[in-house]
């Protein structure tokens, strides 16, 4: 409001542990409106996301105690598809303290690994070794058939939503 009082005022990103949720979940926005069709389009590329979310540096608490603020991984809900259409399912850990993933896709469930977990949620198609393929020289890429490295839902399947579970709520929540 013009001419009102001026206050002293700190720009930063700390946040309180306590204003953070049990159950945090993040939607990654992978779509975008596309100016030259005047349409959206889903964007495929490689997004890495660790099992383990520490926000102990953006957190006052933590830096002020060296108390750990850390999230443990849960569930990724998967698009495959284009915008507009395709199809979701998930992977699930319904046990946080244990390393065991299902994969949920309509009435199928599928015991996985992290790993599969990964390679289907992270998008895009997995970087190959420099070293090998400067080893197949110029035309050995230029004619090989590499082995497309995508996950279980194709090139065009990649993680929508995650959902991540504060470790100190874990046995409040699931107890």
């Avoid at 599928?110 to 970087?127: H, R």
Wanted: hydrophobic share 30%; aromatic share 12%.
């Amino acid at each position: 409001e013009k001419g009102a009082d001026k206050v002293d005022a700190l720009k930063g990103y700390t946040i309180r542990k306590s204003g953070l949720p049990k159950l945090l979940q993040l939607h990654l926005m992978r779509f975008r409106y596309d100016m030259m069709s005047g349409g959206m389009s889903k964007i495929n590329d490689r997004f890495t996301f660790s099992k383990e979310l520490d926000l102990t540096q953006i957190c006052k608490e933590g830096q002020e105690s060296r108390e750990k603020v850390i999230f443990d991984l849960q569930s990724v809900v998967i698009h495959a598809g284009e915008y507009g259409r395709g199809h979701y399912y998930s992977y699930v850990r319904p046990d946080v303290l244990k390393n065991k993933w299902y994969r949920y896709d309509d009435d199928r469930v599928t015991e996985v690994s992290f790993k599969t977990v990964k390679e289907d949620a992270f998008g895009g198609q997995a970087m190959s070794p420099v070293r090998k393929q400067k080893q197949n020289g110029f035309w050995g890429r230029l004619v090989s058939r590499r082995k497309t490295n995508y996950g279980w839902g194709g090139k065009s399947s990649s993680a929508y939503m995650l959902q991540y579970v504060k470790r100190s709520e874990i046995s409040i929540l699931y107890g």
